[in-house]
């Protein structure tokens, strides 16, 4: 079965998640070395944060508004790659330039092991905040 990434919800909020109102899931930060497919090219890239409905991706490439890219990206220990479809929703000037992508169509195990990722990512910095 395919789901368009953010058509569920969970609902829950974490400590270290980064809200947007227009987003339809939560993201977390995270520093993974991702490759961008575009035009039958390449492209190394670093993905500054990850939710189960997109991501933002740290380049200086001039990614359009509006353009599918195929991504992909390691989620170790649930899948080695993954490999989506996102289009890019919107961009970012500066010291960190990128885009922000929402993935087109994810299967639900995709969709399921990158919210999980997320999770332990989440568990991990706010174990680390009480070690404190």
Request: charged share 30%; with cysteine.
């Amino acid at each position: 079965m395919l789901l368009r990434a953010g058509d569920s919800d969970s609902g829950q909020k974490g400590i270290g998640l980064l809200a947007n109102e227009r987003r339809h899931a939560d993201r977390a930060a995270v520093q993974l070395e991702a490759t961008v497919v575009r035009d039958g090219k390449t492209l190394s890239c670093l993905l500054g944060n990850l939710g189960p409905a997109g991501a933002f991706i740290e380049t200086g490439e001039n990614l359009r508004v509006g353009e599918c890219v195929g991504l992909s990206f390691p989620l170790l220990p649930f899948r080695s790659g993954l490999n989506v479809e996102a289009e890019v929703r919107w961009k970012k000037g500066g010291e960190k330039a990128g885009v922000g992508v929402h993935f087109k169509e994810l299967r639900e195990l995709d969709q399921l092991a990158i919210h999980d990722y997320v999770l332990i990512l989440l568990a991990k910095r706010r174990h680390r905040q009480y070690e404190k």
